[in-house]
């Protein structure tokens, strides 16, 4: 028998009885729980099941018979539980567990940091031309049945946006089999100009009342183009198509979150762009205006008024999707000065 033994007390299986016993380590290993020579309780480390080590609260030793040895000396039970004891098992566990738990929020974010931009990307990429065409049709199908109404311009004012569209289309990568601009009285969304990934453009009523003057009509649809060139929209879509099935994902919660965004029109026009999107799409603006002959900061006429409208409104419309900041605005201003100049 080992020289080093722990006191403390002993419970036969099942009772409350309380025997004063001590634990020592046996030459081959074992554990035995002995009360002057009787011997109550025997068994290898590894069968015994140890409480953790908690403060200084009296650690429990379950033996495989049932019986149960308690004592308030924790040093002396790590001792004698030695390389194999269960206790010292936990006690290497609980930094592996920070870890561990460090190493499953550091993944979390970088799938939502570097995973979902990438999947989106490839999304993009290997989507078919016919998805984004379906979307969009069945988006503004949706749409004209719901917030949309049929456009009370002049047709001599259509006739004129359309040329100016056309023109500016036709300078576009996509050419000008790649637009079709939609006419339409906002109603609910106001003035609003928004494009489907398929190139769809849709142009209100309420923004060309508000617009100071064609030109800058045309370079809010020639922003709308920079949208559409970058694909935009359909990278908003799988993104938050991919951040909802993220959440579903660790959420375990079977739900069609985005399944309804990839379906819903509303969600096409009540999505926000990036703010780097933004200028991109506004120098696009820039750059296909002055490609046109027209003035390249065209759209800042049209981004003074959002500015100064901003506080007022609020809803779906092109102001709050389209945040026209102060910034912005010196940023087109800036970029078509630069353009100018070459
Ligand atoms: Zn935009």
Request: charged share 20%; glycine share 10%; proline share 5%.
């Amino acid at each position: 028998m080992a020289s080093e033994s722990v006191r403390g007390a002993w419970f036969p299986p099942g009772s409350s009885r309380k025997v004063e016993a001590t634990v020592a380590r046996t030459a081959n290993g074992d554990l035995v729980v002995v009360a002057g020579q009787a011997v109550l309780a025997r068994a290898a480390p590894s069968e015994i099941e140890f409480s953790a080590r908690v403060g200084s609260i009296p650690r429990r030793l379950a033996f495989p018979n049932g019986s149960l040895f308690e004592t308030a000396d924790n040093d002396g039970i790590d001792r004698l539980s030695g390389s194999a004891g269960a206790v010292h098992e936990l006690e290497r566990f609980r930094p592996r567990l920070f870890v561990f738990a460090a190493i499953v929020v550091g993944l979390c974010f970088l799938i939502y940091r570097f995973a979902v931009p990438t999947m989106v990307e490839l999304a993009v990429a290997i989507t078919p031309p016919v998805v984004p065409q379906l979307m969009s049709q069945g988006a503004l199908a949706s749409l004209d049945e719901t917030l949309l109404a049929q456009s009370e311009l002049p047709e001599a004012r259509q006739t004129a946006i359309r040329e100016g569209f056309n023109q500016l289309a036709g300078l576009s990568p996509r050419g000008a089999d790649g637009y079709v601009l939609h006419f339409r009285k906002g109603g609910s969304i106001g003035p609003n100009a928004f494009a489907l990934p398929d190139g769809s453009i849709v142009l209100t009523d309420e923004l060309v009342t508000l617009a100071p003057g064609q030109d800058a009509v045309l370079g809010v649809l020639a922003h709308e183009i920079g949208h559409v060139e970058r694909e935009h929209s359909l990278r908003q879509l799988y993104r938050a198509a991919g951040i909802a099935a993220l959440i579903m994902l660790i959420g375990g919660d079977i739900g069609s979150g985005a399944e309804d965004i990839l379906v819903q029109g509303s969600a096409l026009v009540g999505l926000s762009y990036s703010r780097s999107q933004e200028a991109e799409a506004d120098r696009s603006s820039v750059e296909l205006m002055l490609k046109a002959g027209r003035d390249p900061a065209a759209i800042v006429g049209f981004l003074e008024i959002v500015r100064d409208r901003l506080e007022k409104t609020q809803g779906s419309d092109f102001f709050s999707t389209h945040p026209a900041t102060q910034q912005r605005i010196e940023a087109v201003k800036t970029y078509a000065e630069e353009l100018a100049k070459r």
